[in-house]
């Protein structure tokens, strides 16, 4: 299991912009981005860890993929209230897959458990996968969640390569996971 780790991610932190821009102007030029020939991913992340969004952005679209995140939509509320709650199944029903940016601090939060337990009510579980990040120099303490669902990691072969485990054990390419 090769969990990629915080710094690893973010090294993707420039990877998709030509010039330094802030984190929010990076993600406002992610929301105007075209949806031609893309797949729409619906990513789950933690408040706050907007940086760590950032990167997993720009690792998730050397794959070609449209991305969606409540960064990108200012009609949604702050709260967790019933509106937000039907503008993210709105959200959810519009794309193929879920990518859960499941850092430590993501794994606490009750809102992002509610979010992936919902999506595996409303989605085939294999259009789910987790992205764990785990601190620099230490053991991730998701482990039990990997056991449930398909999750990027890591190849063992090509340490730039980055492949899907599928929750019954095989692994596939993340091209062909999103492909699916």
């Known amino acids: 299991m090769n969990i990629i780790s915080k710094f690893e991610l973010l090294q993707f932190k420039n990877a998709a912009r030509i010039y330094l821009k802030s984190i929010e102007e990076s993600l406002q030029l992610f929301k105007e981005e075209t949806k031609n ?6 990513i789950v992340y933690q408040k706050g860890e907007e940086e760590l969004l950032e990167c997993a952005v ?5 794959f070609e993929i449209l991305v969606y ?6 009609d949604i ?6 509106i937000t ?4 199944q709105q959200k959810l029903q519009e794309c ?20 992936l337990r919902y999506t595996k009510t409303q989605k085939n579980i294999a259009d789910i996968a987790i992205l764990p990040i785990r601190e620099d120099y230490a053991d991730y303490g998701g482990l039990s969640l990997l056991e449930s669902y398909a999750y990027i990691q890591k190849s063992d072969v090509d340490a730039k390569t980055y492949n899907v485990q599928l929750s019954d054990g095989k692994i596939i390419s993340v091209e ?5």
């Open 58 to 62: 720009n690792f998730l679209k050397c």
């Open 77 to 82: 509320p702050e709260n967790s209230d019933d």
């Open 37 to 42: 020939l893309k797949i729409p991913v619906f």
């Open 96 to 115: 193929q897959k879920l990518v859960f940016v499941a850092t430590e601090d993501a794994l606490q939060s009750k809102w992002l458990n509610w979010i």
């Open 85 to 88: 709650q039907q503008h993210i």
């Open 69 to 74: 995140a409540n960064w990108v939509d200012e």
């Open 176 to 180: 062909h996971w999103l492909s699916s």
